[in-house]
Structure formats: C-alpha cells, structure tokens
C-alpha cells in the first residue's frame, strides 16, 4: 500500500489509474487506500463546477485547462457522469472535448458514473480527488451536475464552488436561486454569444445584488466558454479565491467538513444495512403483529427493532 502511495507520489500515472478504480471498490485493498491516503490530503484547493447539464460546464473546464497549462500548472479532473439517457451524450461530449488532453502527462482527467462507488458519488469523487491531490495536481477541478438532481452535492467537496448556467438550461432563478446562494462562490452565465443569455444574466444579477452586502457575496461573471471570451478573466477570479482559500485557513474547516461528511455517509450506509438484516429476522413478524393488533405503540416497536439492529450490528471490519 505505501508503495503505491509512493509511486502515485512520484507521478506514476499507471498507479494513480490503479489507485482510483480502486478507490470506488469495496474490497479491503479498497478500504485500506482510502485510510491510507487521508492524511496527506487538504493542501490544494479544489474547484468544484456545477449546474444543469448542457450549460457548458465541461467546455469551460476544457477552456479554463488549456489557460492552467499555458500558466504551468499540472491539473487534475474529476467528472461525474450520471448514466442517465438525458446525460450520455454530455458524457459522450466531455470525453470527446477533453480527449485533446489526455497525452499531456500534467493533465489527469477521471469520468466517474453513478453506477460506480458502493459509497456513493460524493465519496468516490472526494476519494478520486484526494488522489489527484497526493499526485500533485494543483488546482483539481471536480464538475457534477448541478444543483438537488444529484446525490452529489459540489459544495461537500469543493472549496471554490463555481454554477454554470446557460441560456434555456436552468434559468428558471427562483428554482435555482435558494440553493445556489448557499454554496456558489461564482456564478457564471455561459452562451453570452446567444441572445438569451443577456436576459438571463441580467435576470441573475438583480437576483443576486441582493446578496452584495452579506459576507457570502456571489460574483456574478457572463462568459463565452466556447470561444474562450472572458474565460481568462474568470480564471483571474478563481486564482485569486483560490489563493483566499489557502491564506485564510479555510482549508482546515474545510477538511474537517469533508471527513465529517464521510463518517457520515458511512455511518448511514452501516446503519442502514443492519437495519435491512433486523428486519429479516423473525422476532420482527412478532412485532408487526403487536403493532398491527394495537398492542404496542409505534415508539415501543422502533425501541425494541433497534435493540435488534443493535444486536446483529457485529460486523464492523478491522
Ligand atoms: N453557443 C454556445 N454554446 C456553447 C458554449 N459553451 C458550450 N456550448 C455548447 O453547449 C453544449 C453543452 O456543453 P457541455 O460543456 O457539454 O455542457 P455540460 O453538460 O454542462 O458539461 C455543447 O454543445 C457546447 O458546444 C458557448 O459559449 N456558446
Ligand atoms: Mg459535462
């Protein structure tokens, strides 16, 4: 395990490959990277890039990748693709637009399905994250699909967490507006090349003026991701949030967020499991019938499941 710690450390691509399939794999080895790795995380900041699909998240990232490289620095992908027919083909279109990347060795790009991770999205792109991080690639951009129609929630794992709306793509606001608010650092509106965007950022704007004045401003930026207009400006703005991140600390609050987030995705799954095997077992036919007759009140029946659960709960590993 140290050993391809190690090499992943010394930029072994074929061990980082490794490492993440890894990483969304329930077997011990599995297990035992993810522990392994934890502790050398929390030194780079991660953008997260969120929003409807088709908004132009993955061109901005492809946009914002060749402007990293031009300034020197290695970047790292993480990219969750539901496997939704509404999405493949914006799967398809993100391998497609990044595959230019893919020989450049300071460029690592890893697509992550729903289907993947027996512990869910948010964990499986924070591990893959985390690895990125132990190989060196500074910034790591993460993208997901936007906003309460994933189980991935950006702003668990981001530190910079940019919305990418565009033109017919997401721009019913009072939707949006509630949830974005919350964890957008920036707000891009993407296809200013279109008609509708000019509506569209304005609409944004007058929604999110009124959030000028608290300390949790949301930026908001009109950009052009597919001719790169303006793209060079919003990275100005991303480097130098990425730069409060590392200065204010933030970071420690952030990393503590981040592995209570996991404890508790775990606990849940553990949790629930136990549950499911409590309900199988016969002394719980006995109580639905005790319940069901009105012999025992709905308090009563969930004390003595759970003293149930509690009792099969035996399967902790290591
Ligand atoms: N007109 C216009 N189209 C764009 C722009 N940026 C991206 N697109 C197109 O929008 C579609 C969806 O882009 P994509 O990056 O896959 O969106 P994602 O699902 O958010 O990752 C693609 O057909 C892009 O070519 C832009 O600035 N202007
Ligand atoms: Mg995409």
């Given at each position: 395990m140290d050993t391809l710690v190690d090499r992943i450390r010394q930029g072994d691509r074929r061990c980082l490959a490794r490492a993440m399939s890894l990483m969304d794999s329930a077997e011990p080895q599995g297990r035992r990277l993810r522990d392994s790795i934890r502790r050398h995380s929390a030194q780079v900041p991660w953008w997260g890039f969120t929003g409807p699909p088709g908004a132009g998240k993955s061109t901005l990232i492809d946009a914002l990748l060749i402007r990293l490289r031009a300034r020197g620095r290695r970047v790292g992908v993480v990219a969750v693709d539901p496997t939704s027919p509404l999405s493949d083909g914006a799967f398809l279109g993100d391998r497609v637009r990044m595959m230019r990347h893919a020989v450049d060795p300071d460029v690592f790009i890893r697509s992550l399905a729903t289907h993947h991770s027996p512990g869910g999205l948010s964990d499986a792109t924070l591990h893959c994250a985390r690895l990125l991080e132990l190989a060196r690639f500074d910034p790591v951009l993460i993208e997901t699909v936007g906003v309460g129609q994933s189980e991935v929630d950006v702003a668990d794992v981001a530190d910079v967490c940019v919305v990418v709306l565009g033109p017919g793509y997401g721009d019913d606001i009072q939707l949006i507006k509630a949830g974005l608010l919350e964890i957008a650092d920036l707000l891009v509106v993407n296809?200013?090349?279109?008609?509708?965007a000019n509506r569209l950022l304005t609409a944004v704007r007058q929604e999110f003026a009124a959030a000028?004045?608290?300390?949790?401003p949301v930026e908001v930026v009109g950009i052009e991701a597919k001719s790169g207009k303006g793209v060079d400006e919003l990275l100005d703005r991303l480097l130098e949030l990425d730069r409060s991140v590392r200065d204010t600390g933030r970071r420690n609050q952030l990393q503590y967020r981040r592995v209570l987030g996991e404890i508790k995705r775990a606990a849940m799954l553990t949790y629930q499991r136990a549950l499911h095997r409590g309900l199988e077992d016969g002394a719980v036919r006995e109580l639905v019938d005790k319940l069901a007759r009105g012999d025992l009140s709905l308090e009563s029946a969930v004390a003595q499941l759970s003293a149930t659960v509690a009792g099969a709960r035996e399967d902790a590993p290591d």
């Open positions: 296809k200013c090349d279109l008609p509708d000028a004045g608290t300390d949790r």
